[in-house]
């Protein structure tokens, strides 16, 4: 299971939201590239970038950051934030990004998505379908979890049949940030449906214990942010609990 270790970027700064509300957010760095060389330092591999200001924007805000950061670590970086068009993912990708998160555009367009992953591979796009718990129905939230789409996880997977996706994120939303663990259930029920994703789990990662839990599941990654800023999660432990890494080929 590959571990990533998260930055948020608003406004240049790392910062982390309270369940995707722009206006709890908590205020860690100025100096992102300082934060990245502390993850390469602890020995991990991956990076996970969101360009905060773009998902709320619907349009890159600090792509021109992520490629400066890009060039200026051995990690790999996968970013997300604002990506809407091809240039978008062209332009992070031609800048040292690895991979490329799509979000909104997983749900508005499906067939625009595919397109995309059929042109820059598999192990170049991730779709990020993140979901709210509505009556224990997990309804995809779209436009930097701003508004609900009205679809539901599962019908937002069909989309993508077996073989047209690799990389998969889900954030339980009410999790992010909040400290209260994975949604575990909801991670199991998404491996049962389609064993064929790798799928990343994001929001909640609170200690060891729930690393060593989606490593056993069988989780592709972890996404982990809050928990390493405020010290309830060691990276070098955690990468641990998370090996053997899965190098892109």
């Known amino acids: 299971m590959i571990i990533y270790p998260a930055i948020d970027l608003m406004e240049g700064a790392v910062v982390r939201l309270n369940k995707g509300r722009f206006d709890r957010s908590t205020e860690y760095s100025t100096r992102p590239a300082e934060v990245l060389e502390s993850f390469a330092a602890a020995g991990a591999e991956w990076t996970h970038i969101v360009d905060l200001d773009g998902a709320r924007a619907g349009e890159p805000r600090q792509h021109d950051l992520i490629g400066e950061l890009a060039g200026q670590t051995d990690l790999k970086i996968q970013a997300a934030g604002g990506v809407r068009k091809r240039e978008d993912i062209a332009r992070l990708l031609d800048s040292g990004v690895t991979r490329v998160v799509i979000g909104s555009m997983c749900v508005k367009s499906p067939d625009t998505v595919e397109a995309w992953i059929a042109e820059f591979g598999t192990e170049h796009i991730a779709a990020a379908m993140d979901v ?27 989309a993508f049949p077996k073989g047209k996706l690799v990389h998969l994120l889900t954030t339980d939303v009410n999790r992010d940030g909040a400290m209260k663990g994975p949604n575990m259930r909801l991670l199991d029920q998404m491996r049962g449906r389609r064993p064929d994703l790798d799928i990343q789990a994001s929001g909640g990662v609170r200690d060891i214990a729930d690393i060593r839990a989606l490593a056993e599941m069988g989780a592709g990654g972890a996404v982990v942010g809050k928990a390493l800023y405020e010290n309830r999660l060691d990276l070098k432990e955690a990468l641990s609990a998370g090996a053997p890494d899965h190098p892109l080929p």
């Open 132 to 158: 709210r718990m509505e009556d224990n129905a997990p309804e995809v939230a779209i436009s930097g979890w701003a508004e609900d789409s009205g679809i539901d996880l599962w019908t937002a997977l069909n």
